[in-house]
């Protein structure tokens, strides 16, 4: 098919009001500039955004935890089959070892930063 100088004239004359448009809304288009990261600067950026996702779900969790029940007596004579065994600190320590299934809790079900920590772990 053969254009005439006027039809492509018209058509990228469209395009552009199309893509100032698109620009308007804020739907990225082909003709912007493509960022291209390190893969050191990639992983800080995934990594960052981990965290950050893993710290928005804690503070969706802060209501429920202060509700939570008082702590299980820690003067268990052995631990069962399924639990890790704690690492051995003095009585005078004021740490606590605790195994927390988070994919166990209803606000952090489904969310896939927990289930990528979860598969690496």
């Known amino acids: ?15 552009q009001a199309a893509e100032a448009a698109a620009a308007t809304a804020g739907i990225p288009t082909g ?14 950026l995934i990594d960052s955004s ?11 969790l802060a209501p429920s935890l202060s509700q939570a029940p008082s702590p299980v007596d820690s003067r268990v004579d052995s631990p069962s089959e399924d639990e890790e065994q704690a690492p051995s600190v003095s009585a005078s320590s004021s740490y606590c070892y605790v195994k927390v299934d988070f994919g166990a809790v209803p606000q ?3 969310k896939q930063h927990i289930k990528e920590w979860e598969q690496k772990w």
């Not at 893993?54 to 969706?60: L, N, S, V, Y």
């Open 1 to 15: 098919m053969v254009r005439t100088r006027a039809e492509k004239r018209r058509l990228l004359k469209e395009q």
């Open 31 to 44: 003709s912007e500039e493509m960022i291209v990261l390190s893969k050191s600067d990639l992983q800080a």
């Open 50 to 60: 981990v965290q950050r996702g893993i710290k928005e779900e804690m503070a969706a």
């Open 108 to 110: 952090m079900q489904n």
